[in-house]
C-alpha cells in the first residue's frame, strides 16, 4: 500500500542461525529459501541494492539447471545462491 514502511522479516538469520532453523523444521530448503529471501528483503531495504542485482541471480541460476519456478531449486542451489 502506499506510505508503508517496508518490513524486514527473519532479522536474525545468519550462517548459524540457517542451520538450527533446518535442524528444527526438518526441512534444509526452507531454512535456505527463508536465509536468501532475507537477504534479498535486507538489500533492498536497508541497504537499497536494487531488486534487479538478486532477480538477476536468482534467474542465473534457475536457467543453469533448467528450473521455471523457485521452488524447482534445491537446498543445494539456494546455498549457492545465498
Known amino acids: 500500500m502506499p ?4 518490513t524486514v522479516l527473519n532479522l536474525g538469520m545468519n ?5 538450527g532453523l ?18 534479498q528483503m535486507f538489500g533492498d531495504v536497508v541497504l537499497g541494492i ?10 542465473r541460476i534457475k536457467n543453469d539447471r533448467g528450473a521455471k ?6 537446498q543445494r542451489d539456494l546455498e549457492k545462491l545465498v
Not at 550462517?15 to 542451520?19: A, G, R, T
Not at 527463508?34 to 537477504?39: A, L, Q
Open 15 to 19: 550462517d548459524k542461525s540457517v542451520e
Open 22 to 39: 533446518a535442524k528444527v523444521t526438518e526441512n534444509p530448503r526452507f531454512a535456505w529459501d527463508s536465509y536468501r529471501r532475507f537477504i
Open 69 to 74: 519456478h523457485d521452488t524447482e531449486l534445491s
Open 50 to 59: 536494487s531488486k534487479r542485482h538478486f532477480d538477476t541471480e536468482l534467474e
Open 3 to 6: 506510505g508503508m514502511m517496508d
